[in-house]
């Protein structure tokens, strides 16, 4: 086998260098409408999420999908809809893009146009006039975004929501928006419209439960007995608990504790809990509806997905509800009346004339019996995801993406609360994680995809029975195949059949809440270390440990223990050391949440040893999206540099102790290597001025967490905040959440000695250097600003993507040239596809920064210049699509799709499948 012959020869020299880098890098987005029909019903589109490509299947009579194309799109793609028969839209969540496909009547089809949106894009529905206006989610952030995300500033919403004239594109880069709606709320994820295409409805993803933190200092010291922390207040062996902050919900009238007891003078701002928004699409332009009519609150906690039912109007609202207001994990004397196995609530919410109506999916289960009884689990669905609604408006259909299920449910029956939980309404499926659904009425079928294997399933709606199960072709390592199923499925992971692990960290991620998961019949346990600088409190870990943020599962590699405490760890007594020894054991430290599985989840007993490993396995492949404010040229703002600076430079301490010195960084001279040195954490803890030792966390996710302000603690100098009005979320950045901002807690800097007001009177802040004054003021700007753009693991230029055409060809010539700087500076892979020749197939093309020039799919075609490349193209007036890829992934993803050798366009050539490795020319 000539493994890229002779054309690739020396050109591709680097190529074991790339070898090195996985050709696969794990993002784990979670898909939002993953599945769309034709108006035809002739074709079936079907993204193919880990390929970046949308699949093509023609539709048959005899229960056939016949695929007919393969074509590729942006990096992760998530959502598709049709707006014709011939025009494709799809969503590419980490290339901030959306890329426009046409398809022609033999169901081929070529991306003709990329669109720039803003950050991590989610969803996409057509309304308006004729239906020709087309509305995409995303985060108010990126860097394709014409305005300032203003981070710092209170009162922004987080949430937009793109509007395009599909009619008229514009001739820019990325296309010109007609309007971009910013919404009260922070990220948001779904869309839907009515029938008529006069409304659009946009779900806010995370959008919180009227939820926050209480700052220990306003907390009196002493336990429930002096008003302070709601007992118990010392574990079972009689240990005094450290002081904590109070979780609080707003009940309407009063933020309250698990006791009933109000703390509003310690909370100095409101959470309005605009859950779903209300958009007038035909409006000139697009608006949101005046006052209340504009949005619904109440909906629950973290929304997936909505859907319309056309015959009275009324929107349902899959999500799940979350529990964070009630404390600990069960064990002992207080099992059943803990977060044990009833952390979330998986629901359906009806949104009509009288607001927002809550539908337990879960109402069977009696969570004072633990273990439920298998009966209990079998009629249980878990984490809803997509849904759709028969024609007639009578029956929705449910993805139950933790049970691998689809539910089955009489509109009536759930709207009025009459519905029975029974399996016996479930439809089961050969392939787990179902997230989209696609209802084929004139052949009585249902298209499902099933993101654990990357299929499709082919149901019948007479029978309810599974006729055909799709496989698409999927690059991902066995390894993440394997280990998927134990992030989500909570048949496996819990007795009652509702809860896993991915209910808090969504799709690998945070939920954005904190939670207090202490344990009173725990035991104090020694923490190993490593630290840095003096302890100035007792650092073993005391099982009530208070309320934390929920932290991402991404990026865990090379980052030593785990959880907000170092909690979890792999560490002894004896020495530690990087990489992988003691407590730098990352495999060992995340196997140390096994116990979760009985204490939170309420299993019957922990996951085997190999159920862990492939658990461990997979999570660590999980990766951080590059961080989307900071410039795609990766340089940095004067200000952003000056925070640098002095974040690596400027002291502290009067013995010149910097923030690097805590907040570890070290960049990595193998570009190549997927997880490259430290990003602010290298697994060491230290004294962080609180009642409790912390580890030294990473700063990549710091931008996600944008969005609390106002803060009714005071230290030293500085006043509490005045009352600050609505925020969009209840917590911030720190391990419970009750720091609103990065400085706006500022004493920490300033000069001076003190001593925390009735807080640990024996730990002193002596003098860190930074004045109280307008330069000091600037000097926390810049740090600020630094921290918003903190290295992460990936460039920013990857995902980045644009499409030449000859109406863009001086504004996409300047981007192309950006994405070949930072290909040639090893930020990334660069690859290329387009059209060519008579017959219209896809060819690939891997720049290799050595030679500068594009090698292509073909070995009897010598490689190409980009300016060659970019004068075929614009010479026959076809499109060419420049994609900016995880570095190691470039020969995958542009040339040899299933890296058997054989590059994909000899392989088409040939008559061989460039996605089957078994088969070759």
Same mark, same amino acid.
């Given at each position: 086998?000539?493994?890229?012959?002779?054309?690739?020869?020396?050109?591709?020299?680097?190529?074991?260098?790339?070898?090195?880098?996985?050709?696969?890098?794990?993002?784990?987005?979670?898909?939002?409408?993953?599945?769309?029909?034709?108006?035809?019903?002739?074709?079936?589109?079907?993204?193919?999420?880990?390929?970046?490509?949308?699949?093509?299947?023609?539709?048959?009579?005899?229960?056939?999908?016949?695929?007919?194309?393969?074509?590729?799109?942006?990096?992760?793609?998530?959502?598709?809809?049709?707006?014709?028969?011939?025009?494709?839209?799809?969503?590419?969540?980490?290339?901030?893009?959306?890329?426009?496909?046409?398809?022609?009547?033999?169901?081929?089809?070529?991306?003709?146009?990329?669109?720039?949106?803003?950050?991590?894009?989610?969803?996409?529905?057509?309304?308006?006039?004729?239906?020709?206006?087309?509305?995409?989610?995303?985060?108010?952030?990126?860097?394709?975004?014409?305005?300032?995300?203003?981070?710092? %500033? =209170?009162?922004?919403? @987080?949430?937009?929501?793109? *509007? $395009?004239?599909?009619? !008229?594109?514009? #001739?820019?880069?990325?296309? +010109?928006?007609?309007?971009?709606?910013?919404?009260?709320?922070?990220?948001?994820?779904?869309?839907?419209? %009515? =029938?008529?295409?006069? @409304?659009?409805?946009?779900? *806010? $993803?995370?959008?919180? !439960?009227?939820? #926050?933190?209480?700052?220990? +200092?306003?907390?009196?010291?002493?336990?429930?007995?002096?008003?302070?922390?709601?007992?118990?207040?010392?574990?079972?062996?009689?240990?005094?608990?450290?002081?904590?902050?109070?979780?609080?919900?707003?009940?309407? #009238?009063?933020?309250?504790?698990?006791?009933?007891?109000?703390?509003?003078?310690?909370?100095?701002?409101?959470?309005?809990?605009?859950?779903?928004?209300?958009?007038?699409?035909?409006?000139?332009?697009?608006?949101?509806?005046?006052?209340?009519?504009?949005?619904?609150?109440?909906?629950?906690?973290?929304?997936?997905?909505?859907?319309?039912?056309?015959?009275?109007?009324?929107?349902?609202?899959?999500?799940?509800?979350?529990?964070?207001?009630?404390?600990?994990?069960?064990?002992?004397?207080?099992?059943?009346?803990?977060?044990?196995?009833?952390?979330?609530?998986?629901?359906?919410?009806?949104?009509?004339?009288?607001?927002?109506?809550?539908?337990?999916?879960?109402?069977?289960?009696?969570?004072?019996?633990?273990?439920?009884?298998?009966?209990?689990?079998?009629?249980?669905?878990?984490?809803?995801?997509?849904?759709?609604?028969?024609?007639?408006?009578?029956?929705?259909?449910?993805?139950?993406?933790?049970?691998?299920?689809?539910?089955?449910?009489?509109?009536?029956?759930?709207?009025?609360?009459?519905?029975?939980?029974?399996?016996?309404?479930?439809?089961?499926?050969?392939?787990?994680?179902?997230?989209?659904?696609?209802?084929?009425?004139?052949?009585?079928?249902?298209?499902?995809?099933?993101?654990?294997?990357?299929?499709?399933?082919?149901?019948?709606?007479?029978?309810?029975?599974?006729?055909?199960?799709?496989?698409?072709?999927?690059?991902?390592?066995?390894?993440?195949?394997?280990?998927?199923?134990?992030?989500?499925?909570?048949?496996?992971?819990?007795?009652?059949?509702?809860?896993?692990?991915?209910?808090?960290?969504?799709?690998?991620?945070?939920?954005?809440?904190?939670?207090?998961?202490?344990?009173?019949?725990?035991?104090?346990?020694?923490?190993?270390?490593?630290?840095?600088?003096?302890?100035?409190?007792?650092?073993?870990?005391?099982?009530?440990?208070?309320?934390?943020?929920?932290?991402?599962?991404?990026?865990?590699?090379?980052?030593?223990?785990?959880?907000?405490?170092?909690?979890?760890?792999?560490?002894?007594?004896?020495?530690?050391?990087?990489?992988?020894?003691?407590?730098?054991?990352?495999?060992?430290?995340?196997?140390?949440?096994?116990?979760?599985?009985?204490?939170?989840?309420?299993?019957?007993?922990?996951?085997?040893?190999?159920?862990?490993?492939?658990?461990?396995?997979?999570?660590?492949?999980?990766?951080?999206?590059?961080?989307?404010?900071?410039?795609?040229?990766?340089?940095?703002?004067?200000?952003?540099?000056?925070?640098?600076?002095?974040?690596?430079?400027?002291?502290?301490?009067?013995?010149?102790?910097?923030?690097?010195?805590?907040?570890?960084?070290?960049?990595?001279?193998?570009?190549?290597?997927?997880?490259?040195?430290?990003?602010?954490?290298?697994?060491?803890?230290?004294?962080?001025?609180?009642?409790?030792?912390?580890?030294?966390?990473?700063?990549?996710?710091?931008?996600?967490?944008?969005?609390?302000?106002?803060?009714?603690?005071?230290?030293?100098?500085?006043?509490?905040?005045?009352?600050?009005?609505?925020?969009?979320?209840?917590?911030?950045?720190?391990?419970?959440?009750?720091?609103?901002?990065?400085?706006?807690?500022?004493?920490?800097?300033?000069?001076?000695?003190?001593?925390?007001?009735?807080?640990?009177?024996?730990?002193?802040?002596?003098?860190?250097?930074?004045?109280?004054?307008?330069?000091?003021?600037?000097?926390?700007?810049?740090?600020?600003?630094?921290?918003?753009?903190?290295?992460?693991?990936?460039?920013?230029?990857?995902?980045?993507?644009?499409?030449?055409?000859?109406?863009?060809?001086?504004?996409?010539?300047?981007?192309?040239?950006?994405?070949?700087?930072?290909?040639?500076?090893?930020?990334?892979?660069?690859?290329?596809?387009?059209?060519?020749?008579?017959?219209?197939?896809?060819?690939?093309?891997?720049?290799?920064?050595?030679?500068?020039?594009?090698?292509?799919?073909?070995?009897?075609?010598?490689?190409?210049?980009?300016?060659?490349?970019?004068?075929?193209?614009?010479?026959?007036?076809?499109?060419?699509?420049?994609?900016?890829?995880?570095?190691?992934?470039?020969?995958?993803?542009?040339?040899?799709?299933?890296?058997?050798?054989?590059?994909?366009?000899?392989?088409?050539?040939?008559?061989?499948?460039?996605?089957?490795?078994?088969?070759?020319?």
């Amino acid at each position: 086998m000539a493994l890229f012959g002779a054309a690739l020869g020396a050109t591709v020299s680097s190529s074991a260098e790339v070898s090195a880098a996985s050709s696969y890098t794990l993002f784990e987005s979670g898909q939002v409408r993953p599945l769309a029909m034709t108006p035809s019903g002739n074709l079936l589109l079907a993204l193919n999420t880990p390929d970046n490509r949308l699949e093509i299947f023609r539709l048959t009579y005899s229960g056939v999908l016949e695929h007919t194309d393969s074509v590729p799109v942006g990096l992760e793609p998530v959502a598709v809809a049709a707006r014709s028969n011939s025009e494709i839209w799809v969503v590419n969540h980490l290339s901030d893009s959306v890329s426009v496909v046409h398809v022609s009547g033999s169901g081929k089809g070529q991306l003709v146009r990329t669109l720039h949106v803003g950050d991590e894009p989610r969803d996409i529905v057509f309304a308006g006039p004729q239906r020709s206006r087309a509305f995409i989610t995303a985060a108010h952030r990126g860097q394709n975004a014409p305005f300032d995300p203003e981070l710092t %500033t =209170p009162g922004v919403g @987080r949430a937009d929501v793109w *509007v $395009f004239d599909a009619k !008229n594109l514009g #001739t820019a880069m990325g296309g +010109t928006p007609i309007q971009i709606l910013n919404l009260f709320g922070d990220t948001p994820r779904a869309l839907a419209v %009515t =029938p008529d295409g006069s @409304r659009v409805y946009a779900a *806010v $993803f995370n959008s919180g !439960n009227k939820t #926050t933190i209480v700052d220990e +200092t306003l907390v009196p010291d002493g336990g429930e007995d002096v008003g302070g922390v709601p007992g118990p207040n010392t574990n079972f062996e009689g240990i005094p608990a450290p002081e904590v902050g109070v979780l609080v919900k707003h009940d309407g #009238t009063a933020w309250r504790d698990v006791l009933g007891r109000p703390w509003d003078d310690a909370v100095n701002f409101s959470l309005p809990d605009k859950d779903v928004f209300v958009i007038d699409a035909h409006a000139n332009p697009p608006a949101q509806l005046a006052g209340s009519a504009g949005f619904y609150s109440g909906v629950g906690t973290t929304l997936f997905n909505m859907a319309v039912n056309p015959a009275n109007g009324k929107v349902y609202v899959s999500n799940t509800e979350a529990r964070n207001d009630l404390r600990f994990e069960g064990f002992g004397d207080f099992a059943g009346e803990t977060l044990q196995g009833h952390l979330h609530e998986s629901r359906i919410t009806v949104l009509g004339p009288g607001g927002a109506v809550p539908r337990h999916l879960n109402k069977h289960i009696d969570y004072s019996l633990l273990p439920a009884p298998p009966t209990v689990n079998a009629r249980s669905l878990a984490q809803p995801l997509g849904m759709a609604v028969s024609s007639s408006g009578s029956t929705l259909y449910v993805a139950a993406f933790g049970s691998s299920k689809i539910g089955v449910f009489n509109t009536a029956a759930l709207e009025n609360n009459t519905f029975v939980p029974s399996a016996a309404t479930h439809i089961s499926l050969s392939g787990g994680g179902p997230t989209g659904i696609v209802l084929d009425e004139g052949r009585a079928r249902m298209y499902v995809l099933t993101r654990f294997d990357n299929a499709i399933s082919v149901v019948s709606l007479s029978s309810y029975q599974e006729m055909a199960h799709v496989r698409m072709y999927n690059p991902e390592p066995e390894s993440v195949v394997r280990g998927r199923p134990l992030l989500y499925d909570a048949r496996l992971s819990s007795s009652n059949g509702e809860a896993a692990c991915g209910s808090c960290h969504v799709f690998g991620e945070m939920d954005h809440l904190a939670w207090d998961l202490g344990n009173p019949d725990g035991s104090m346990l020694d923490n190993p270390g490593p630290f840095k600088g003096p302890l100035f409190v007792n650092p073993d870990f005391h099982p009530m440990k208070g309320p934390m943020m929920t932290q991402s599962l991404r990026g865990m590699a090379n980052h030593g223990p785990m959880h907000w405490r170092a909690d979890r760890t792999g560490g002894s007594d004896e020495p530690s050391s990087q990489p992988d020894n003691g407590a730098f054991d990352e495999e060992a430290a995340f196997k140390a949440f096994n116990p979760a599985f009985v204490g939170l989840l309420g299993r019957t007993a922990e996951l085997s040893d190999e159920e862990m490993q492939a658990f461990t396995d997979f999570i660590l492949q999980i990766a951080y999206p590059p961080n989307p404010i900071r410039n795609l040229d990766n340089s940095l703002t004067p200000s952003q540099q000056a925070g640098k600076d002095f974040f690596e430079h400027g002291s502290l301490l009067p013995n010149g102790i910097t923030c690097r010195f805590c907040h570890a960084t070290e960049e990595n001279a193998n570009a190549n290597d997927p997880f490259p040195g430290f990003f602010g954490g290298d697994g060491s803890s230290s004294f962080g001025f609180a009642p409790q030792i912390m580890k030294n966390v990473h700063l990549r996710s710091l931008y996600q967490k944008i969005g609390m302000f106002g803060t009714a603690a005071s230290f030293g100098a500085e006043p509490p905040d005045p009352f600050m009005g609505d925020q969009i979320r209840g917590f911030g950045i720190n391990h419970d959440g009750s720091f609103p901002t990065l400085f706006l807690r500022s004493s920490i800097f300033d000069t001076g000695t003190q001593v925390l007001p009735g807080k640990l009177p024996e730990v002193v802040k002596v003098n860190p250097g930074i004045p109280v004054t307008p330069a000091g003021d600037q000097i926390k700007r810049n740090l600020e600003a630094y921290q918003l753009v903190f290295e992460s693991n990936l460039a920013p230029i990857v995902g980045q993507q644009v499409t030449l055409t000859g109406v863009n060809e001086a504004a996409a010539g300047a981007r192309i040239d950006l994405l070949l700087e930072r290909a040639n500076a090893l930020e990334c892979d660069l690859v290329a596809k387009g059209a060519s020749g008579s017959a219209g197939a896809d060819v690939g093309y891997l720049y290799i920064p050595e030679i500068e020039q594009f090698v292509v799919d073909q070995q009897s075609i010598p490689p190409l210049s980009d300016a060659l490349l970019r004068s075929i193209f614009l010479g026959s007036g076809k499109a060419l699509t420049y994609t900016c890829v995880p570095p190691g992934s470039g020969v995958r993803i542009g040339i040899d799709r299933d890296l058997d050798g054989y590059l994909d366009g000899d392989e088409l050539a040939a008559g061989s499948n460039p996605a089957n490795s078994l088969s070759t020319p």
